[in-house]
């Protein structure tokens, strides 16, 4: 993979930047809500502003139905005028002869944003067309998005083999070194934590850790389908029954499970609740987090490791009663020893929340792109960049 060290002189000339501003925006205010990707790209575009490139933006925001105007890139091109002192101009549109002529016209201190790349139906088609007109905006080629790395649309592959000077931001690539990093050299013991809502979601991910982890921790409602596939009743909790059979089928003897649980009725803050000494489910009641002395174990088995990977909550955390097990969790993984690298998705909103993502050696901004690398598949917007 090229990176930016194996770029020439690019002093003057146009850089189209791919980088992953699908951020969240307010409902109300209509501004960005958590601009964490938009700072996690800053180090690359300050680097390629260094150098003396004028950069043009891409991003996708959102899954927008034709022309969206609540998913306008506005509000991210407003948010990074904030976080830099660039002249940042938002393109009319994705591609055309008037957004060609905007990206000749760049001034060294200037910044072009593309509209929302989504607006145009190609883009998930990786169609040649759209590529072929994204190449005309640059001159040299540069992605810095590994949250849509794992995808093989216009702006993350097709548009790369009609650039020839392309590379990888430091972003990107400084994801595929850490992740990269679990699979071929950890330092041992290696737990990996996986939480979430379905054993489907993370079948290559576990498969992956049974052989190459010490230590598997299972927890969140992913966890019911192995209890019940050990016979254990789960109650109302979710629990589909093609998990179970999957579940049934992935048992191995590095992998633990709750002995604890804390169960309520619904769903909700004020719903009725108990800690349950033991995993067997009463009806009517779900799971909605570990238990303390489940907490206490993983916390243990993360204090000893020598690297430790954590994908997915392990309760619903978004609701306090609920929330104390992904807080044990996650404060063992921030005082932890060894290298600590979070998937992106939940495991990161859980970390801003409770204070601790500086405290992590790598959080990832990729959720779906970090467990296609651990599970071994190849990514198309990374191999583009050989």
């Known amino acids: 993979m090229k990176t930016l060290r194996d770029l020439g002189d690019i002093d003057g000339k146009r850089v189209l930047v791919r ?58 091109a407003d948010r990074l005028v904030e976080l830099t002192d660039a002249d940042v101009t938002l393109a009319p549109g994705v591609v055309g002869d ?12 200037a910044v072009l944003m ?46 790369v083999h009609l650039m020839p000077e392309h590379a990888a931001g430091l972003l990107l ?31 290559g991910v576990i498969e992956r850790f049974r052989s190459l982890a010490d230590t598997i921790l299972i927890g969140g409602a992913m966890c019911f389908p192995f ?31 709750p002995t604890d649980l804390v169960i309520a009725e619904r769903l909700e803050a004020d719903a009725p609740t108990q800690t349950l000494d033991g995993v067997d489910v009463p009806d009517g009641w779900m799971g909605l987090d570990i238990g303390p ?20 909550p392990m309760g619903a955390f978004e609701l306090e009663p609920f929330a104390a097990g992904t807080r044990a969790v996650a404060e063992a993984i921030a005082a932890a020893p060894g290298t600590t690298v979070a998937g992106g998705g939940d495991s ?28 071994g598949r190849t990514l198309p917007g990374v191999e583009a960049l050989a």
């Open 114 to 159: 593309l509209e929302n790349v989504r607006y145009e139906p190609g883009e998930t088609r990786n169609d040649a067309e759209l590529s072929a007109a994204l190449a005309e905006l640059g001159d040299v080629y540069v992605n810095d998005a590994f949250g849509s790395a794992h995808r093989a649309h216009s702006s993350t592959e097709g548009v």
């Open 173 to 203: 690539e400084r994801e595929v070194e850490v992740l990269g990093g679990l699979l071929e050299n950890p330092a041992r013991p290696l737990v990996a934590v996986l939480g979430g809502a379905k054993v489907s979601d993370k079948l």
């Open 19 to 76: 980088v992953d501003f699908n951020v969240p925006l307010s409902p109300s205010a209509g501004a960005v809500a958590d601009d964490t990707r938009i700072r996690a790209a800053l180090p690359t575009l300050e680097e390629l502003r260094r150098r003396g490139g004028r950069l043009v933006l891409v991003s996708h925001l959102g899954r927008p139905k034709d022309r969206d105007p609540e998913l306008s890139m506005r509000p991210v």
């Open 293 to 312: 002395k489940t907490a206490s174990a993983y916390a243990s088995a993360i204090a000893a490791a020598g690297t430790v990977f954590w994908n997915g």
């Open 98 to 109: 008037d957004v060609v002529a905007l990206s000749r016209n760049l001034t060294r201190d």
């Open 348 to 375: 990161a909103a859980a970390l801003d929340r409770f204070g601790l993502a500086d405290r992590l050696t790598h959080v990832s901004t990729g959720g779906g792109a970090a467990l296609e690398l651990i599970e």
């Open 227 to 257: 209890l019940a596939a050990e016979g254990h009743p789960v109650g109302a909790s979710l629990c589909a029954p093609d998990d179970v059979e999957l579940a049934g089928r992935l048992m191995a003897a590095n992998l633990m499970l």
